[in-house]
């Protein structure tokens, strides 16, 4: 009985016969293009030379834009000249190479060499460039926004990291593709492991770019006064997971970057005043006059004491008061100077009430007893009338 055998051989990933044979086709081709083409070979150097020296003093100029803060502070002149001095000589060799490889005639070999190596230095060096400038940005939102010396600027080693391998995994992808190497199950295998890196460290990655969301956003900043759920206080620290608030309670109050976006956050240091209510009831038995004079009573009130009234009229049918609401605004957004000026309004609202004769009533409540032939006792007094009969001299 006949028994065949099937032998399965993975493809290479890179041909090593044809990169073999097209060294040798390049070697060959070299040579007789230098015999026949050296003036143009010699002119060509020459301008690559002077490329090369024109680049060199362009990064020179650049390292002085990086270094143009005294203060070191991270400006976007300074970020653009950080990133071109990170300009790599093989960059510049390249660049001279790829301008000046067709004013000398060179063989297809030779481009075909020269584009390949271009290609490598370019895509490496724009990663190198983006990265400068990505760190660049951030490091300028945090040290404008005044998040100097957190715990997110330690972060920044981890940031670096972690964008420094993204850029160049994305490089190193686009370079294999243009060696003709298939890299459909790479790609693959770095999103799965992607997507498994991500799954069991989701909470690290939601805070982290939590953290940077408020950077960019800026719904807050360090020593803003802020009201969240049920928090109200001043933020003292933005780290990398969680957000410290000091509450005007005193307690630290620690939240989770994630959770702290996820929710309503009123930022009440940016407001240009406070606003304060006040309901206050009137008697029934104040005179229709006087209660007309009451919206502009309060406004007088308000406004000698450095408030601006929003509101101040009739409310509601109290119980037993005629309410009027009054709401007014202090400027700023400090309230200990609008509890002050809170408690000068109460006072002088009481002393002109005084003047005016305007009562501002207790809650009462009159009961009404049935006797027990159905007529009412009331819970007073009655007053007998006095008959013309019964007076002397009648």
């Keep these: 009985m006949a028994t065949s055998s099937v032998t399965n ?161 994305i490089a190193f992808v686009v370079v294999l593709d243009n060696l003709g190497v298939n890299v459909t199950g790479l790609v693959a295998g770095l999103g799965v492991g992607g997507i498994a890196i991500g799954l069991a460290a989701q909470g690290i990655f939601a805070d982290l770019f939590a953290a940077l969301a408020i950077i960019f956003d800026r719904p807050f900043r360090r020593g803003d006064k802020v009201s969240y759920d049920t928090t109200t206080g001043v933020i003292e620290s933005i780290g990398l997971k969680s957000t410290r608030i000091r509450s005007f309670g005193g307690e630290m109050r620690v939240i989770s970057n994630r959770q702290l976006l996820d929710k309503e956050i009123q930022n009440i240091s940016n407001r240009d005043h406070v606003r304060v209510p006040f309901t206050i009831g009137i008697a029934y038995e104040t005179p229709p006059d006087t209660l007309a004079r009451v919206p502009q009573i309060l406004t007088e009130i308000v406004e000698g004491e450095g408030g601006k009234v929003a509101r101040a009229g009739f409310e509601s049918f109290g119980a037993s008061s005629l309410d009027f609401a009054l709401q007014f605004d202090v400027p700023g957004d400090d309230w200990p100077t609008a509890h002050s000026t809170r408690d000068r309004i109460l006072v002088a609202l009481m002393r002109r009430f005084a003047v005016e004769g305007i009562v501002i009533p207790y809650p009462t409540q009159t009961t009404f007893t049935a006797a027990p032939d159905g007529s009412l006792i009331m819970p007073y007094a009655q007053v007998q009338p006095v008959s013309v009969k019964n007076q002397p001299g009648a």
């Design 9 to 169: 051989t993975a493809a290479p990933l890179i041909d090593t016969d044809g990169l073999q044979e097209h060294t040798r086709g390049l070697a060959s081709a070299s040579t007789v293009w230098l015999q026949t083409h050296w003036l143009q070979i010699l002119i060509a150097f020459g301008i690559g030379a002077a490329i090369v020296l024109a680049l060199h003093a362009a990064r020179r100029v650049a390292g002085k834009l990086a270094a143009r803060d005294p203060q070191g502070r991270a400006g976007w002149i300074s970020i653009i000249g950080r990133a071109l001095v990170r300009t790599g000589n093989f960059f510049m060799l390249m660049l001279a190479a790829k301008l000046v490889v067709g004013y000398a005639g060179a063989p297809s070999q030779v481009d075909t060499t020269v584009n390949f190596l271009w290609t490598l230095a370019s895509v490496f060096q724009f990663a190198i460039w983006a990265r400068e400038v990505i760190l660049g940005a951030i490091e300028h939102r945090t040290q404008s926004a005044h998040y100097s010396g957190e715990a997110l600027l330690s972060a920044m080693g981890l940031i670096r990291l972690l964008v420094t391998f993204a850029l160049f995994a």
